[in-house]
């Protein structure tokens, strides 16, 4: 018992340091905000905003500095949150007050409909920040998480509410991936290959896709999420990749491996063209296949402001008890 508690203080002394860290920081500061400040100029005022914010609610307290979300006396009235650990919920909720929060898993929330979801809905933004990877062993090849995205992107169109703007993070960890899932990505691959104005751009970028998965799985993930969530919204809606960009963790005392940061923005369309839907599409799949365009957040990208930033949100904490 008292080996199991010590592991427990120290996976969440690990998740407080990779929240609060520099890098991290450094990803919401150069993917996040620029997104965020642009959709709030379109849209005229403060956005509403789904997250999965962790124990400290680092991103909730981000965008209230940043001035992206509206706060009140007692929380923030145009957020939603979620969280499966009753411990992470429990500070989360004391941290952001009345802000209406559910503690279950983000799938659940969605799939199950929620009333606390689905009363704040639509959001503007979802942060959509995954501990693990997004194809568990644990489920099908096609996860509950992409059966939630897929409901949402539906219920936007359904009620017409664009554009809204999806981060997307997770682990590139091969050994933590479905492997059925992970096969179904190398067949995407494959038959995408297969198709005439897409084979020179795979050829080149991708020569042999089962060495490439081992070789660098972290590109290969760069590369299959943005291909799926662009064919999954393909019949719904455009989708444009915004950024896409990676850094590195350590697992352990020598294992490393990459977390991989998506922001997708989705904008509505006229659903009777299929040219359009298709060429949308094959603009998407030519763009991702290139990695030239992809992002390394690493030390160089702490910057003053960054330190800033990050300083402003632990000193809150600190007023806070934390």
Not at 50 to 56: I, N
Not at 94 to 119: C, H, P, S, Y
Request: hydrophobic share 40%; with cysteine.
């Amino acid at each position: 018992m008292a080996s199991d508690i010590k592991k427990a203080n120290e996976r969440c002394k690990e998740t407080f340091h990779e929240f609060g860290g520099e890098i991290k920081h450094a990803a919401r500061y150069r993917l996040w905000l620029p997104e965020a400040l642009s959709l709030k100029r379109e849209k005229g005022g403060f956005l509403r905003y789904f997250t999965l914010p962790g124990k400290w609610a680092y991103d909730v307290f981000f965008f209230h500095n940043e001035r992206i979300i509206r706060h009140a006396v007692r929380g923030f009235p145009d957020v939603r949150f979620c969280d499966n650990n009753a411990n992470y919920f429990a500070t989360a909720k004391r941290l952001l007050g009345n802000t209406v929060g559910i503690q279950a898993n983000f799938e659940t929330v969605v799939l199950m409909d929620k009333r606390e979801f689905w009363d704040g809905f639509p959001y503007d933004i979802y942060n959509l920040d995954f501990c693990g990877t997004c194809f568990p062993k644990d489920q099908p090849p096609f996860s509950e998480t992409f059966q939630a995205i897929v409901k949402i992107i539906e219920e936007h169109v359904r009620k017409k509410c664009f554009p809204f703007v999806v981060f997307l993070t997770m682990k590139a960890l091969i050994d933590e991936t479905n492997a059925h899932a992970r096969q179904e990505l190398i067949d995407n691959i494959e038959s995408n290959r297969a198709q005439p104005e897409f084979k020179s751009a795979f050829d080149q970028a991708i020569p042999n896709t089962a060495e490439f998965v081992q070789r660098s799985f972290c590109d290969f993930i760069l590369v299959s999420i943005p291909k799926l969530i662009c064919y999954l919204a393909r019949d719904h809606c455009n989708v444009e990749v915004r950024q896409r960009a990676k850094y590195a963790r350590t697992l352990g005392s020598n294992k490393s491996y990459y977390i991989v940061k998506f922001v997708f923005r989705f904008v509505g369309r006229d659903r009777t063209s299929l040219r359009i839907t298709n060429k949308s599409y094959a603009d998407n799949v030519l763009q991702v296949v290139r990695m030239d365009n992809t992002l390394t957040i690493d030390n160089s990208s702490i910057t003053g402001a960054v330190r800033k930033s990050l300083a402003q949100i632990k000193n809150h904490l600190k007023e806070l008890g934390y």
